[in-house]
């Protein structure tokens, strides 16, 4: 794996009066990837990149961040950020909050000026950067959080629900953005709940849920692993090889076969069972989860353990 733009070795966060919202987490961000967090609310996104930003103090915590250990100070210098729910004064214009943006960061005066005219147009925003946040909507104002976010040229941004209020043509936009982030050679760390959105964009995903992490890897790995090959046949499957299909793991739906299969050639028996009951096969297509099914999978899964140890 490449080198490591985040390495959590060990991750806690205990609550006063006993809640724990990570329970020892570990996970490695890979440098000029777009990593996505991904989970239910409440399941501890939030509190995970506020505990690496120092935003809040962690319980425990032993890890790093752009190679420094996790909570130096300068190096947060070389760190943006867009907060789920940014809110700016509202007296204040979308040039002045990239500015004060800008200027908490150290950002010298001539650059910061030329940075801001920059990413204000770049998030769609020059014909309103002179007019009051007040009379932004929703989605705008998260397109200036996304200014003020790169206004210091970092090398790893955190994204919390960054196309939340924006719409579709805002998306697309962004997501944009990020890819163009990521041709940059930055790290770019989405927190969002538009499985859909982090999809099209993401390298890499972890799932959490109650503080532990229950699924991670690659995007071609999670989605590799669950490969399925999906045949259909002119007219439904006999009963008796219906039943010995499905004694192997492959389910059968009237003229629907999905096989688990890692590739085309492991399907080859299948197809062969099927020619020799005199089944007529109209198509074969590879089918592979998408991101929304590998994450309620995961969900279902997470919760038949959490039962099962509450039996």
Same mark, same amino acid.
């Given at each position: 794996?490449?080198?490591?733009?985040?390495?959590?070795?060990?991750?806690?966060?205990?609550?006063?009066?006993?809640?724990?919202?990570?329970?020892? $987490?570990?996970?490695? $961000?890979?440098?000029?990837?777009?990593?996505?967090?991904?989970?239910?609310?409440?399941?501890?996104?939030?509190?995970?990149?506020?505990? #690496?930003?120092?935003?809040?103090?962690?319980?425990?915590?032993?890890?790093? #961040?752009?190679?420094?250990?996790?909570?130096?100070?300068?190096?947060?210098?070389?760190?943006?950020?867009?907060?789920?729910?940014?809110?700016?004064?509202?007296?204040?214009?979308?040039?002045?909050?990239?500015?004060?943006?800008?200027? #908490?960061?150290?950002?010298?005066?001539?650059?910061?000026?030329?940075?801001?005219?920059?990413?204000?147009?770049? $998030?769609? #925003?020059? =014909?309103?950067?002179?007019?009051?946040?007040?009379?932004? *909507?929703?989605?705008?104002?998260?397109?200036?959080?996304?200014?003020? =976010?790169?206004?210091?040229?970092?090398?790893?941004?955190?994204?919390?629900?960054?196309?939340?209020?924006?719409?579709?043509?805002?998306?697309?936009?962004?997501?944009?953005?990020?890819?163009?982030?990521?041709?940059?050679?930055?790290?770019?760390?989405?927190?969002?709940?538009?499985?859909?959105?982090?999809?099209?964009? =993401?390298?890499?995903?972890?799932?959490?849920?109650?503080?532990?992490?229950?699924?991670?890897?690659?995007?071609?790995?999670?989605?590799?692993?669950?490969?399925?090959?999906?045949?259909?046949?002119?007219?439904?499957?006999?009963?008796?090889?219906?039943? *010995?299909?499905?004694? *192997?793991?492959?389910?059968?739906?009237?003229?629907?076969?999905? $096989?688990?299969?890692?590739?085309?050639?492991?399907?080859?028996?299948?197809?062969?069972?099927?020619?020799? =009951?005199?089944?007529?096969?109209?198509?074969?297509?590879?089918?592979?989860?998408?991101?929304?099914?590998?994450?309620?999978?995961?969900?279902?899964?997470?919760?038949?353990?959490?039962?099962?140890?509450?039996?």
């Amino acid at each position: 794996m490449a080198e490591a733009a985040v390495e959590i070795e060990y991750l806690r966060k205990r609550y006063k009066g006993g809640f724990e919202a990570l329970k020892g $987490v570990s996970l490695t $961000v890979p440098k000029g990837s777009v990593f996505g967090l991904l989970g239910p609310n409440g399941a501890g996104k939030s509190t995970m990149v506020k505990s #690496l930003l120092t935003i809040i103090r962690p319980t425990e915590c032993r890890g790093s #961040l752009l190679g420094k250990k996790i909570g130096d100070r300068k190096t947060l210098g070389r760190v943006g950020y867009l907060p789920e729910h940014a809110k700016f004064p509202e007296y204040l214009t979308g040039r002045q909050v990239v500015l004060y943006s800008a200027g #908490l960061a150290g950002v010298p005066g001539k650059a910061a000026r030329e940075r801001t005219s920059q990413l204000l147009d770049l $998030v769609g #925003l020059k =014909a309103w950067q002179d007019k009051p946040v007040g009379t932004y *909507s929703k989605g705008m104002k998260q397109r200036a959080g996304l200014a003020q =976010a790169l206004v210091n040229e970092p090398e790893i941004v955190f994204l919390d629900e960054p196309t939340d209020g924006v719409d579709p043509e805002g998306r697309i936009e962004i997501r944009k953005i990020i890819e163009r982030m990521r041709a940059e050679g930055r790290t770019v760390f989405v927190n969002s709940h538009l499985l859909a959105e982090v999809e099209q964009v =993401a390298d890499f995903v972890v799932i959490l849920v109650g503080g532990k992490i229950i699924r991670s890897g690659s995007m071609k790995e999670l989605t590799q692993a669950e490969k399925t090959f999906e045949i259909r046949s002119l007219g439904p499957i006999p009963l008796d090889l219906r039943e *010995s299909l499905e004694k *192997s793991g492959i389910k059968v739906a009237g003229d629907q076969v999905l $096989v688990p299969a890692a590739n085309a050639g492991d399907v080859q028996p299948v197809i062969d069972a099927l020619r020799t =009951a005199g089944v007529v096969i109209r198509e074969m297509k590879e089918a592979r989860l998408s991101l929304e099914e590998l994450y309620l999978s995961s969900m279902d899964s997470a919760r038949g353990e959490m039962n099962g140890g509450a039996a």
